[in-house]
């Protein structure tokens, strides 16, 4: 599968790659070693993302979004993983599908347009210090009192933290429910905002760049139309059906990490000679890359399958629902090797 081309790339989508490549190499690249310093990219890195067209690509027009769908997305989180750039648009992209799935006319002209210019920076809070993968479990509350809701808890990993100035909070408005009924996402806005504390940029054996903070909500107050939904309690179910755009932005950055990562070691073994020879002219060499090649183009076209899915409106947030052979990864593999379920030869070159 030397020229694979994934199935849902159109020259429209070919020329926005090459427009943000050009951009993030001639503009971020070089910024890396400072955002690494100072644990995040600055206020104005967001704003001429913003004015780039690399924020909220697949967001309707209407509301300041470029007006793509997920494959838009997917080629702006490609590129920034082939050149190795950690930047947070994925969660600006995340918490913008809360507030565009969710959220009411007010609420998306009043925020959207704004995220898509960087001028407001997003972050998604559910995590808590005893409380990860079990969401249940979150234990900051959200209490309505008159025509606002007082915010009392804390959140722990929150990208975008140090910077974020709209957060979209998980917290508990119903105690007396079961948790996934008495969980409700609100938005916050945290500009001079009474109560709200970032902590430090929390250290991470990788992504130096993005910044990762704790936030504490200390009684704080935000208007009661900072509700996403039609009413309190739909947190949880919000959050498991956005989860699926979440994660297969989390596959699509991995895949493309993963080619780079053998691009790179194939240039390597291609250049670096000991005992006489190149790297790559060691058999074992071969064998080793051949096979992590093959992995990375069954994940490849994993991925891809997922996109196409995501853009039809099909990819469903059930595992056992997303079945990678079906008649798209089918129709790929006969064009790729001239025979449906043919054996695949993949060369290292
Ligand atoms: C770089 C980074 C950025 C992040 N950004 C955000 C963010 O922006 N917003 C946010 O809200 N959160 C964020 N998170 C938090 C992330 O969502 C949590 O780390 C994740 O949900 C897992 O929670 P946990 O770390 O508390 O692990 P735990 O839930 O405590 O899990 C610990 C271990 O137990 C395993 N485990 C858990 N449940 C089960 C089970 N049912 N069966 C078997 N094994 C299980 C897990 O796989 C893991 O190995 C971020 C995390 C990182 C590392």
């Known amino acids: 599968m ?35 310093e100072h644990h995040r990219p600055s206020a104005e890195d967001w704003k001429q993302a913003g004015a780039t067209g690399l924020l909220l690509p697949d967001v309707p027009e209407e509301y300041g979004g470029g007006g793509g769908n997920f494959a838009h997305q997917a080629v702006v989180t490609e590129e920034l993983a082939q050149a190795g750039v950690n ?17 009411n006319e007010e609420q998306k002209k009043k925020w959207l347009p704004a995220m898509a210019q960087g001028e407001l920076v997003g972050a998604i809070a559910m995590t808590e210090p005893s409380a990860g993968s079990d969401l249940q479990a979150i234990k900051t509350s959200a209490r309505r009192e008159g025509n606002e809701y007082v915010i009392s808890g804390s959140k722990t990993f929150i990208t975008n933290g140090g910077l974020a100035n709209l957060i979209c909070v998980a917290a508990k408005t119903d105690p007396k429910v079961a948790p996934f009924r008495g969980i409700s996402m609100i938005v916050v806005e945290t ?66 990490t993963i080619e780079r990562a053998l691009a790179i070691t194939i240039k390597y073994a291609k250049e670096r000679k000991a005992f006489g020879q190149t790297l790559l002219e060691f058999q074992n060499a071969r064998f080793k890359l051949a096979q992590c090649k093959t992995e990375a ?53």
């Open 2 to 36: 030397a020229n694979y081309e994934s199935p849902w790339m159109n020259e429209d989508l070919r020329m926005y790659r090459k427009a943000l490549r050009e951009f993030i190499h001639e503009e971020f690249v070089p910024r890396q070693a400072k955002w690494r």
């Open 191 to 256: 500009r001079n905002l009474k109560g709200y504390r970032v902590g430090k940029s929390l250290e991470k054996i990788g992504m130096h760049e993005i910044d990762t903070c704790e936030l504490f909500f200390d009684d704080v107050r935000v208007p009661a139309g900072n509700l996403l939904g039609k009413s309190e309690g739909a947190g949880f179910a919000q959050m498991m059906d956005q989860l699926r755009y979440e994660r297969l932005m989390i596959g699509v950055g991995a895949i493309a």
């Open 87 to 103: 930047f947070g648009c994925g969660v600006q992209s995340i918490v913008s599908h809360y507030i565009l799935h969710y959220g």
């Open 297 to 349: 183009q069954i994940g490849r076209v994993f991925v891809d399958n997922c996109i196409l899915r995501m853009i039809d409106g099909k990819l469903d947030p059930h595992v056992e629902d997303i079945r990678p052979f079906d008649e798209a990864a089918e129709a790929l593999a006969a064009v790729e090797t001239g025979h449906a379920r043919g054996k695949v030869v993949i060369q290292v070159s």
